[in-house]
């Protein structure tokens, strides 16, 4: 069985977000560079060697 209601707003919800893409996408890569400098910057305080 299909829920088609239930597909149908997740679809309708996508296409809301869609000019959002691009932003989205520069967000995600910044949090994710800003994790690893952080976790590379706690392990160099740990005593680690840094990584180039």
Same mark, same amino acid.
Do not use: C, K
């Given at each position: *069985?299909?829920?088609?209601d ?6 309708? +919800?996508?296409?809301?977000q869609? /000019? +959002? +893409?691009?932003? %989205? =996408?520069? *967000?995600?890569?910044?949090? !994710?560079? =800003? +994790?690893?400098?952080? %976790?590379? =910057? !706690? ?5 680690? /060697? /840094?990584? /180039?």
């Open positions: *069985m299909f829920n088609w239930v597909q149908n707003a997740i679809v309708a +919800f996508v296409d809301t869609r /000019p +959002f +893409f691009a932003q %989205q =996408h520069e *967000m995600y890569y910044s949090a !994710l560079y =800003h +994790f690893a400098d952080t %976790q590379s =910057h !706690l392990l160099t305080l740990l005593g680690y /060697p /840094p990584v /180039p």
